[in-house]
């Protein structure tokens, strides 16, 4: 019995291991699995989009001069840049109308909301480069304030939630007309999050990313917004990323 004892322990341990060997690489496999559904979901919009929707379109800079003027004020602030940032205010904006028309408004009610998204999708991240901030949602919401002063209160007031609060991750709700709010709020998730390769599309069709590309171009916007804490903060870029995550909220 106790010749036998250390060959019984030994093949005892042996099966232990191999359990755990087993399980460990169960546990990969499945993460694995994940981590190539989470790359695949998130590449699919570039790799390999699906059809467009019927009712979308895509709004170029002539369907769209209220943005287009707004910008023309920040030229020399955008410079090169310029293209990038209204190509975004753009894809977002076609994004923000589609998600409107999947909630079931009409041409005419997303029509009398045109011009308060146009302005706030000109100014909401303005300060970027007017301000050179990082922390830039007051500041932006500040630009629009003072340019846009022709606006009636309630308009005015619309067109800051959608900026403050576009980069909000749940719901927003307290505004004028929380589904613009919201609706913009989503556009922006879906075309920002591209910046990291990875599109968070909040059920927007992949054709439909893709179209507004073929149409609206990056033009260098995402590597731009890359550049901005060591642009804004050159001796302290970790604090200039910091300072860039204020702007996020729950």
Known sequence: TFIALPFVLRLVSGFVHLKLALEMGKF????????????LYGRQSFWFPGPTTPSFHVILPSEAPVLVNYLDQYADKLGDEREGYQNHCL???????????????????IAQRREVMETALAFHDIALWSD????YLEPSAKQAEVKASHLSAEDA????????????FTPYSGSADDAVVNAVRK????????????????GMP????????????AAGFYDTLGKMPARHSPDDEFAGVREVLKIYKW
């Not at 007031?157 to 909000?168: E, F, N, P, T, Y």
């Open 28 to 39: 990969l496999l499945a993460a694995g699995v994940g981590l190539v559904a989470f790359v």
């Open 91 to 109: 894809r977002t904006l076609s994004f923000a109308e589609e998600f409107l028309r999947a909630d079931g408004w009409s041409p005419a009610q």
């Open 132 to 135: 050179g901030a990082l922390d």
């Open 157 to 168: 007031a619309l067109v800051r939630d959608i900026i403050v609060q576009h980069h909000k």
């Open 187 to 202: 556009a922006d998730w879906v075309d920002f999050t591209q910046s990291a390769g990875f599109c968070l599309r909040s």
């Open 206 to 217: 992949t054709g439909n990313i893709a179209e507004a590309h073929a149409h609206l171009p």
